[in-house]
């Protein structure tokens, strides 16, 4: 007789199943970690593949942009909360792990999904792209994350507001605290502002279209989208938003060129641009950094309804390229060339109104872009500032007397907006320029919350925009 105990048997083997959507995601997650690149160059090629195999539907897709965005948006959260569930610091903590993690409590903590499919579903992606082990580490983290909601854990892991402010603003709101406390310095006001900023930067935008004039019409767009998904544009002549999203290329007019993507903040700019009041000719323009072309490609548009001319010029020769594309098939004259608008090879006085939309550090457009605010640091402020002086000091070169310059720039930090503005104008860094402000206020008509002026900043709280500044001024001599 055998008295050996039976042992229980083995149980099969199981292969983890691949879940396309989340897959996709994590692939789109890496790549913005490991490359730098951006969610939303990555994100589109990789649906559009998944497509085209056959595997998503649009719930699918909307499932895969939520996953990715939102743990973007809130990984200063996820993080705080992930360090309070593990026993050694996240700079240990291997970053596809991380990237599993993160999914994972945005799932938890910022949708719907089920506690039980959340956690299931984050533990078959960590199988399948981590292995057994570090699955089983993920499985113990997520369980201790699901023990509290999100406001259970702000609680848990943010200092109280009333001891420190930008510290626990920075947690709440998943921005870091440098970036809190610049967007507050430029904001002004109390604390109800401030929150309201950064809750919008944390919202998915609206795809906003522009109907280039004397190419298309919002009304054209609008009956394109139907009654349920057409909505006409806040503020711009020009614009219509998509209500429930959708593809903007599945529109004629955005595949022929007539219509683009572009969101209302950089419409209101160009337009106010042109309609500047000028004395004397009004044929030559220049958009001086034009890539990637939405701006110019409005701007080229108006200038064709007076018989102008415009000249678009981009340093970088891909983002030229994406200038040409963009211009295409505009009726009126125009040239893309090129140039680095710092030493530029037009003659000076050539024109008679200039945009100059510098490089900057996009922190007005964190909604779109949101893994830049983890990528920036007050230090990269110092590297954007002697370019952005340059560039305005040679597009005042560049305009006649009396013709109209725009500064332009998609962050609302005071250190790239009106400081830059005023150093030019007083000869900080260079000679003084002979120039006068221009009230940009009447020039976007029907616009509410524009300040004191003459220069205007917009914000997405208060505009439902990415918070572009634009400063115009007439030089005088």
Known sequence: MNDQPRRRPAKPHRRPQKDPVRFLAFEAMRAVDERDAYANLVLP????????????????????????????????????IIAACVD????????????????????LLGTRIPTHAAVSASVELARVVLGEGRA???NAVLRKISAHDLDGWIEKVAPPY??????????????????????WDSLGGGRAGIEDLL???????EVTLVARPGRSTPDELLDALGEENGLPGRWSPYAVRMAEGGEPGALAAVRDGRAGVQDEGSQLVAAALAAAPLEGSDSRWLDGCAGPGGKAALLAALAAGRDAFLLAAEKQPHRARLVERALAGNPGPYQVVTADGTRPPWLPGSFDRVLMDVPCSGLGALRRR??????????????????????????????????????????????????????????????????????ARPLMPGVPALGDGPDVQLWPH?????????????RTA
């Open 199 to 205: 809750e919008a930067d944390n919202e998915r935008p």
């Open 45 to 80: 090629p990789l649906l559009k593949k998944a497509r085209a195999k056959g595997d998503f539907d649009a719930r699918d897709a909307a499932l895969a942009t939520e996953l990715v965005y939102g743990t973007l948006r809130r990984q200063g959260t996820y993080d705080a």
């Open 88 to 107: 050694r610091p996240l700079r240990e903590v291997d970053p596809p792990v991380l990237d599993v993690l993160t999914m994972g409590a945005h799932q």
């Open 136 to 138: 089983k580490f993920v």
């Open 370 to 439: 949101p893994e830049a605010r983890w990528r920036r640091r007050p230090e990269d402020l110092e590297g954007f500032a002697p370019l952005q002086r340059g560039l305005l000091r040679e597009a005042m070169k560049a305009v006649r007397v009396g013709g109209v310059v725009g500064y332009a720039t998609c962050s609302p930090h005071l250190a790239e907006t009106r400081t830059v503005v005023e150093d030019v104008l007083k000869g900080r860094g260079g000679d003084p320029v002979q120039a006068e402000w221009v009230d």
């Open 462 to 474: 208060l505009h439902g925009t990415d918070a572009m500044y634009l400063a115009l001024l007439r």
């Open 162 to 183: 009333e001891d420190d402010p930008e510290a626990n603003l920075s947690l709440v709101h998943s921005h870091p605290r440098w970036v809190v406390s610049a967007l």
